[in-house]
């Protein structure tokens, strides 16, 4: 058989065909090793069929070896972040714990390194650092490098903000002799467990996903728990898009403030609500995005009475909104608990201790455990049961726990605000920190994306 014509003789390769003559090459190595007494190399071969030169074939072949070499020595040296190992809110409360622990006890604010090593010891942290890093900026730390290069752990103003609001205003509707209601919910998951058999004969077994989610809803005041407040419904709809189950939640949770939480409020109560629930976030005139169109910007603008021009830009249009939406920003279950005489309280994110019913639901959870044959009946004849059990002064002394939690966050952010002081006396805090903070968030968020 004559050899090929030259193949593209004179003229570059292109990458498909450097990746075809390398496949083509493998293809006649692996004939050739089912051949002993072959007296040809897979080379030869390749360039007797193709036409391509010898030197030619060994670039490409040298190229590809390169490439395949350091694709495996990435793979091999970088780091993987493992799966999320924090479960819920009390989680998360009990590493934010720890890092305010560095402040009250220490004195000082945590090295990263530090913090791990605590973790590790103290509730079994199974994550990694990488891991470690992405938990502890969702619960609103950041980064500042210091003058001797290390990187101290404090927390973003912005949720140190949030958390003191809620403590002052508590406080004062406390004082006041407000009756100030606790809401809660907790979701109960049923287990389902498959074994996947193994060469060996062995098998390993496997957590499916829940075959149900149930959803428990409770409200209660110093006094006890409201009537008629104790409410559950499933909320893994399997038959449905993701979207519709999403909006029956949402209506399951505002069916239960308005048949259920309503009629069991005294008159001119302070509810406090979840504000990390996206089911209480909903707005009652949602604000325009980026992608919507100018005439709903114009005319969300035109009916608060925000300045603008037909002329402006949609970025321009936009700029306004995000200036003055915080202003206009009303919640569908604000606006219901406000139509009846009451005022609505958001707790900040990941502070269950100070919701004591976060703490109730928590114990009948703990107590109706999980089942593979779980029902809404049973599971609300458990929870019923377990929830008539809890004694009077039991009930009080939850609610005496979040006060005290409230009294120990409100000391935790003195200490926060002198150890600041002595750590950052040198940086001017009307500029170079809202720089230095917007940087060093700007780069973790960037290394959390990778």
């Known amino acids: 058989m004559a050899p090929a014509s030259k193949l593209g003789r004179g003229k570059p390769l292109k990458s498909q065909t450097k990746e075809v003559l390398n496949k083509i090459h493998r293809y006649f190595e692996s004939e050739i090793e089912r051949d002993p007494n072959s007296t040809v190399t897979a080379a030869q071969l390749v360039v007797h069929s193709t036409g391509i030169s010898m030197n030619a074939l060994k670039r490409v072949l040298a190229e590809y070896k390169t490439r395949t070499t350091v694709k495996k020595e990435y793979n091999k040296t970088r780091r993987r972040c493992k799966k999320n190992f924090i479960s819920d809110d009390f989680d998360a409360q009990s590493i934010r714990r720890i890092i305010h622990n560095f402040y009250t006890k220490e004195e000082e604010f945590p090295i990263m390194k530090d913090l791990y090593l605590i973790l590790k010891a103290d509730m079994d ?213 406000r139509e009846h005489g009451h005022t609505v309280l958001r707790l900040p994110p990941h502070h269950p201790d100070l919701n004591p019913i976060k703490t109730v639901l928590s114990s009948v959870k703990e107590y109706i455990g999980t089942d593979i044959s779980l029902k809404l009946e049973s599971v609300l004849k458990i929870a019923k049961e377990k929830l008539s059990s809890i004694e009077p002064e039991e009930w009080k002394q939850t609610f005496r726990l979040a006060e005290a939690e409230e009294n120990s966050l409100k000391a935790t952010e003195m200490i926060i605000d002198e150890i600041s002081e002595r750590t950052f006396k040198n940086i001017d805090e009307e500029t170079g920190e809202s720089e230095r903070e917007d940087d060093n968030g700007s780069e973790q968020e960037s290394m959390d994306s990778d």
């Open 125 to 337: 942290y199974q994550g990694s650092l990488c891991t470690l890093r992405r938990h502890v900026a969702k619960l609103g730390f950041r980064w500042v490098e210091t003058e001797d290069n290390n990187s101290i752990l404090i927390e973003k103003q912005d949720f140190r903000y949030v958390r003191i609001q809620y403590l002052t205003k508590v406080e004062a509707y406390r004082s006041q002799g407000r009756n100030i209601v606790y809401t809660g919910d907790t979701t109960i998951e049923s287990s389902r467990m498959s074994s996947k058999p193994k060469p060996d004969g062995t098998s390993t077994v496997l957590k499916q996903p829940a075959k149900s989610k149930l959803v428990t809803l409770l409200a209660g005041d110093l006094q006890g728990i409201l009537k008629n407040t104790l409410y559950i419904f499933d909320s893994s709809k399997r038959d449905v898009k993701e979207e519709d189950n999403k909006n029956e939640n949402y209506f399951n949770h505002e069916k239960w403030f308005r048949y259920h939480l309503l009629p069991s409020l005294k008159p001119n109560s302070i509810v406090i609500v979840d504000g990390g629930l996206t089911w209480h976030n909903r707005l009652v005139n949602p604000t325009p995005h980026s992608n919507s169109r100018k005439k709903d910007m114009m005319d969300w603008l035109t009916s608060r009475s925000v300045p603008h021009s037909s002329n402006m830009y949609k970025a321009q249009l936009y700029q306004l909104i995000l200036l003055h939406k915080d202003k206009f920003s009303d919640y569908k279950i604000d606006a219901l608990l």
